[in-house]
């Protein structure tokens, strides 16, 4: 017995779904557990590509191409907090009294 395409597309976008929460989950264990702020930091960001993978395979099953728009803007602002994030625990690690090395200075 062959299913029509929409059923086949219903039970499809269901499965990815599921396999993304259960895939947030493991990332989020992740975060929680560390055991380096730079394990947190990859996992922050897993998080949120697999919150826009969700975003986007939601749309294929609602229907609705309104939560494309979203996915995108959230891609966007996660982008530059992985960004911010990344350039602070760099910061961070410097010891005090240490300058940034500047363009053209050597070591």
């Known amino acids: 017995m062959i299913a029509d395409s929409q ?5 499809v976008s269901r499965l990815a779904l599921v396999l993304l929460v259960i895939s947030m989950a493991l990332a ?3 975060l929680v557990r560390g055991p380096q ?3 947190r930091v990859v996992a922050l960001d897993l998080i949120s590509v697999l919150i826009v ?6 749309a ?6 309104s939560f494309l728009d979203v996915a995108i803007a959230y891609a ?3 982008f530059l907090g992985t960004v911010a994030l ?7 690690r410097r010891a005090p009294g240490e300058t940034p090395n ?4 050597e070591c």
């Open 60 to 65: 294929v099953h609602a229907g609705d191409t």
């Open 37 to 39: 702020a730079a394990d």
């Open 76 to 78: 966007l602002v996660a």
């Open 102 to 105: 500047r363009k053209g200075d």
């Open 28 to 30: 989020f264990f992740r």
């Open 7 to 11: 059923t086949l597309l219903q039970i």
């Open 53 to 58: 993978a969700f975003l986007a395979a939601y």
């Open 86 to 92: 990344a350039r602070f625990l760099l910061r961070s």
